[in-house]
């Protein structure tokens, strides 16, 4: 175990640590991007979400995106996302999403959802037709599908996944001893399953894990282990931050250095790739895992 300093419950109630300071986005090409989502009254997790990663993002051509309204079926006591019972969604999504990332000359979309628990394919075919729209009219843009749990339904899993696009991500977003607490709707094992079957449909499969939320260190090598033993290749590590009063609270800010030590920890352990550090989120440097 590595022994870094971390900064405590009662610390975080005072102010965040100096590493958690962000830039503000500058660049041409975030200033093009920015005046298209202003002009064209564009909807992006970008922005709704706050991402400190905003900037750099956009200037390297990447945004994301989310589908299937913004009312949540979940009550995760991590997430801001609205929760109740969803409208109708609209069937003229897909077409709209895909000539956005066509207008904002998007080089690597990132596309994600609410969960639509009550609907009986989970929202498949609106994730397929997005992103078969989005290859049409424009084919050279690469695609990552940020999933949610499909509740064991593997038929609706393989229609959201079998539309073209490069990575299918689902986020396990916490160790297994804190998922009654964080994801009280969902289930360790069914999400690592989630990911071996998407895997075995022929697919680069990603997650991510948010760090600071009372998880230990044995913990958090328990969890790679888990991944590579259900063929995950990429994983991100980041540190949560509670987005209201509402929500569950920072127990811990978690040191630059032990996010390096994570980072090497996983290559070890067998994932073919690791984002790791605290201003890290599920699609940061997205455009560099096509490939890995």
């Not at 660049?27 to 064209?40: N, P, S």
């Not at 309204?69 to 895909?98: H, I, K």
């Amino acid at each position: 175990m590595i022994e870094l300093p971390v900064i405590s419950e009662e610390q975080t109630k005072r102010k965040k640590p100096n590493w958690l300071r962000v830039k503000l986005p500058v660049g041409k090409e975030y200033a093009h991007v920015r005046k298209l989502v202003d002009e064209h009254k564009l909807h992006t997790i970008c922005e709704s979400g706050n991402c400190p990663n905003m900037g750099e993002c956009w200037g390297a051509g990447t945004a994301t995106f989310m589908i299937l309204g913004n009312v949540c079926t979940r009550s995760c006591s991590f997430c801001a996302v609205a929760t109740g019972r969803p409208p109708e969604y609209d069937t003229d999504e897909p077409r709209r999403v895909a000539e956005a990332i066509k207008l904002m000359q998007v080089k690597h979309a990132v596309i994600t959802s609410v969960n639509r628990d009550e609907l009986k394919d989970r929202g498949a075919e609106i994730w397929y037709q997005t992103v078969t729209e989005t290859k049409k009219l424009s084919p050279e843009t690469t695609i990552e599908t940020l999933i949610p749990d499909v509740k064991s339904n593997w038929d609706a899993l393989f229609r959201m996944i079998e539309g073209g696009q490069e990575v299918v991500s689902h986020n396990m977003e916490t160790v297994e001893s804190l998922y009654r607490r964080v994801r009280p709707q969902a289930k360790y094992a069914r999400s690592l399953e989630q990911i071996k079957r998407t895997k075995a449909h022929g697919m680069r499969t990603k997650t991510g894990i948010m760090l600071g939320l009372g998880e230990k260190q044995e913990e958090v090598y328990k969890a790679m282990d888990d991944l590579v033993a259900h063929d995950c290749d990429i994983l991100t590590l980041g540190q949560y931050l509670q987005p209201t009063k509402m929500h569950i609270e920072v127990a811990e800010f978690i040191h630059p250095d032990l996010f390096d030590h994570y980072r090497e920890e996983g290559l070890k352990r067998g994932l073919k790739y690791v984002e790791s550090g605290p201003l890290v989120r599920s699609s940061y440097h997205a455009e560099r895992h096509v490939n890995v």
